[in-house]
């Protein structure tokens, strides 16, 4: 099938938009947006995409099976790119029930949704459909050595209630392609990085409160350690995935850039110092801002990916280093203040509910 019709759960967030953007500007698929809208979509992220006629969305909670149902029968997919979840530690640790419930319950009403969609489609539909869940590396845990990879037959050992949460989504999926037949795939990545990420995350945070003169809080001694992939870069593999990838698999996908997170802190300082050298406080440098702050419970200390399988049977690597992607985001921070200072100041809520600002 030449032009899919492709439901996009969670496309109003950081990864979500990436995939919606990346479809719609270069395919001709059509894509369906289904987000709950909570305090991470954004749809001002898709106001680039957002009158293509190839693109529709829709305002909807995944654990709404009756939503979910009339969604699938409106839109008729040919595939599905389940993105939608919550994804923060610190929150999953402050308050675990907003996981179960969207990670889990929303998962699983999906596939069954998903499953009495597929099995009333015609054969020729049936062997094209995808039921593709977007999943995390941090299922497999953490990992001890320097040279220690997590491949895609690494045992499980989540260590947060957001990794458990994912951990117990992946089983569901695989149990509902054993069980029903359900042609699925899973990813597990790394850590994102980019343009349009939630300011709460670790990169956009520190951009953000340099500029400010705040300080820059780091876990720990901040040596724990990241790979980090461009999110740009990983919606092209994922596109990749649902199209060619061979239903039952698993593909890490990696950005072959392990950092500290001390390093990814250094980093945006040295790029902050040369691109606006105008800072406040009278500071010399922003690093004087990095400062060390009690670590968290049961934090990971290094997860690593490799990458190889999706390189060797799909041909997909990732297109930015570390060095070239971050500076990217980092501009794109400084030249996008609209798109951020709206989320800062609560505006960017307003969209949903149909207030103009």
């Not at 799909?314 to 798109?339: A, H, M």
Request: charged share 25%; glycine share 6%.
């Amino acid at each position: 099938m030449k032009e899919k019709t492709i439901l996009v759960t969670g496309g109003a967030g950081f990864i979500g938009s990436a995939v919606v953007r990346e479809i719609i500007r270069h395919t001709q698929d059509t894509v369906v947006n289904v987000d709950k809208l909570t305090y991470a979509g954004n749809l001002s992220s898709l106001a680039s995409i957002s009158e293509n006629e190839r693109y529709a969305f829709e305002c909807a909670d995944i654990c709404d099976a009756t939503e979910m149902q009339r969604i699938f029968e409106k839109y008729q997919p040919d595939a599905v790119m389940h993105l939608a979840a919550e994804s923060h530690v610190d929150r999953s640790i402050d308050g675990p029930l907003a996981f179960i419930e969207t990670n889990i319950i929303g998962t699983y009403t999906l596939l069954e949704t998903a499953r009495k969609y597929w099995q009333n489609l015609s054969e020729e539909k049936k062997q094209c459909f995808r039921f593709h869940h977007i999943s995390t590396d941090e299922v497999y845990g953490d990992l001890e050595g320097t040279t220690d990879l997590f491949t895609e037959t690494t045992p499980y050992a989540p260590s947060s209630p957001y990794s458990a949460s994912k951990a117990s989504s992946d089983h569901l999926v695989r149990a509902w392609r054993r069980t029903y037949g359900l042609p699925t795939i899973i990813t597990n990545c790394s850590n994102n990085y980019g343009f349009y990420h939630f300011p709460e995350k670790l990169i956009p945070l520190m951009i953000l409160n340099a500029l400010d003169g705040k300080a820059l809080p780091v876990y720990g001694n901040g040596q724990q350690i990241r790979d980090w992939l461009f999110v740009e870069d990983h919606a092209r593999a994922l596109y990749k995935v649902v199209t060619e990838g061979q239903v039952g698999e698993t593909y890490n996908i990696g950005g072959h850039n392990e950092k500290t997170n001390l390093e990814v802190v250094q980093t945006i300082c040295h790029i902050l110092d040369e691109l606006v050298p105008e800072k406040p406080k009278k500071l010399n440098s922003y690093a004087e801002l990095i400062t060390f702050v009690k670590d968290r419970p049961g934090h990971d200390l290094r997860y690593a990916i490799d990458a190889s399988k999706i390189q060797r049977e799909l041909g997909w690597k990732p297109q930015e280093t570390f060095e070239s992607g971050i500076r990217k985001t980092v501009e794109w921070y400084l030249n996008n203040q609209d798109w951020w200072q709206a989320i800062l100041d609560g505006t960017y809520q307003l969209e949903r509910l149909g207030v103009k600002a």
